[in-house]
């Protein structure tokens, strides 16, 4: 079946991208800071590369709807491939410098807001024409393989480092993405063109509160994720054991999510979308409070493990309520917008996030952020579910 294949390619080359990004993360700022000797700049080119995903509503209205087939989304991955290359190309000719990280930056940005929602919805299409609730499936599998890399890619890296591989790591990823764009050409786009047509993300809500309330859920544990992150390594450097809990606490999260994935599809199933992802962020955000009170490396490992595990079947529900509700040019643009909630939520989490830790203590940050967590998360699912359940007598009223 060509849709099946269609789905692995997609998979295993978004996979493979995915985990050579994570080597870059552990790569990157050590060669940028080898290069220019500034601690500042090994940020510039992360920060760069937000400005384009979070502006994209605006100019990639159209753009992100021109990625609808595998050979667009090849010429995408063309233009983030260069992107990437420029860092390792100046470093190797001493020629770094941050206007350069900039750019280059920006330019990834640009890549990153065009081909990420565009390869989800173009997965999602090849899962329509696979069978009916395929789509669902393929976005949370996805999601699944990215943990994977989440879990793998940074050990990996890590060792390559200390083996004195680092510039090369950054290589890695620029022909990863071209070879996982490159592979994607002949899987054809679903339907026909509509000319002209290019919704907004906004327009594309209308109609779907369900879609823009999990949105508000998902939003808010992006912006307290800070405190999980920043939070676990301050108390390690605190305590004398720098790295450790941040590194228990990931990994616990990455296992808990390849656990949660494999069972993903069977809850979303069973549970209505919106209390499933209400449940799921308020069990985060009970697992950080958790954090913030049983510090010790078995208990952030423990916590981590529960949080990653349940954060799956949330995303998995907002999946399924977009696919199940859109497809085609408004498919696309609430990929997008996602994407841009995602963005711009976590990016104004970490801006606040150290002054926040430096005022009231890491501890004391797990705590009130997990508490924030909980509070929407469950203040979103009541009222949902108490709408429903007017509507439901209304209907019962007026049959």
Same mark, same amino acid.
């Given at each position: 079946? #060509?849709a ?36 500042a ?17 605006? $100019?990639?209205?159209?753009? #992100? ?8 989304? +090849? ?11 420029? /860092? ?10 941050p ?18 929602? *565009? ?13 009916? *609730?395929?789509?669902? !499936? ?17 050990v ?18 620029? /022909? ?14 679903e339907?026909?063109?509509v000319? =002209? ?9 209308? =109609?779907?509160?369900? /879609? ?9 544990g ?11 390594? !301050? ?8 790295? !450790? ?24 199933? #069973?549970?209505?979308?919106?209390p499933?992802? +209400?449940?799921? $962020? ?16 078995? =208990? ?12 799956? $079947? *949330? ?21 997008s ?23 009231? *203590? ?15 998360? /469950?203040?979103? =699912? $009541?009222?949902?579910?108490? #709408? ?5 007598? +209304? +209907?019962? !009223?007026?049959?």
């Amino acid at each position: 079946m #060509r849709a099946r294949s269609e789905a692995a390619v997609l998979l295993a080359s978004g996979g493979v991208s995915d985990l050579a990004m994570r080597f870059t993360q552990v790569a990157l700022p050590l060669v940028i800071l080898q290069q220019t000797g500034s601690v500042a700049a090994t940020g510039l080119v992360g920060g760069a590369a937000g400005v384009p995903v979070l502006l994209s509503p605006w $100019w990639g209205r159209r753009a #992100r709807q021109w990625v609808d087939s595998g050979a667009r989304l +090849a010429v995408v991955a063309v233009v983030t491939a260069v992107a990437l290359a420029m /860092v390792p190309a100046a470093a190797g000719l001493g020629l770094l410098t941050p206007g350069l990280l900039v750019a280059g930056g920006l330019l990834l940005g640009c890549g990153d807001a065009l081909g990420t929602p *565009g390869r989800t919805a173009l997965l999602a299409d090849v899962g329509d024409r696979w069978a009916p *609730g395929k789509a669902v !499936v393929l976005l949370t599998w996805q999601d699944g393989v990215r943990r994977v890399g989440m879990v793998v890619g940074p050990v990996l890296g890590a060792v390559a480092v200390a083996a004195g591989i680092t510039n090369a790591l950054l290589w890695v990823e620029a /022909v990863a993405v071209l070879i996982g764009g490159l592979v994607c050409i002949g899987i054809r786009r679903e339907g026909g063109r509509v000319g =002209g047509v290019a919704p907004s993300i906004r327009g594309s809500l209308v =109609g779907r509160r369900a /879609v823009a309330l999990g949105w508000v859920i998902r939003g808010t544990g992006c912006v307290t994720w800070f405190a999980f992150t920043l939070g676990l390594s !301050v108390i390690g450097a605190e305590r004398g054991r720098p790295g !450790v809990y941040l590194a228990a606490g990931t990994s616990g999260y990455g296992v808990g999510a390849l656990a949660g994935t494999l069972v993903a599809v069977h809850v979303i199933r #069973r549970v209505p979308a919106v209390p499933l992802a +209400a449940v799921a $962020w308020a069990v985060v955000g009970l697992c950080w409070i958790g954090m913030g009170l049983w510090v010790s490396p078995e =208990g952030v490992a423990i916590l981590g493990c529960l949080s990653g595990m349940v954060v799956v $079947w *949330g995303i998995a529900a907002i999946s399924a309520m977009i696919t199940r509700s859109s497809d085609g040019a408004d498919r696309r643009a609430l990929l997008s917008g996602q994407s841009v909630v995602v963005n711009a939520s976590s990016s104004a989490g970490l801006l606040v996030g150290g002054s926040i830790i430096a005022a009231v *203590g890491a501890e004391s940050t797990l705590i009130g952020a997990g508490l924030l967590t909980t509070l929407v998360a /469950v203040a979103v =699912g $009541w009222s949902a579910t108490t #709408r429903q359940r007017h509507a439901e007598r +209304a +209907a019962g !009223v007026s049959g």
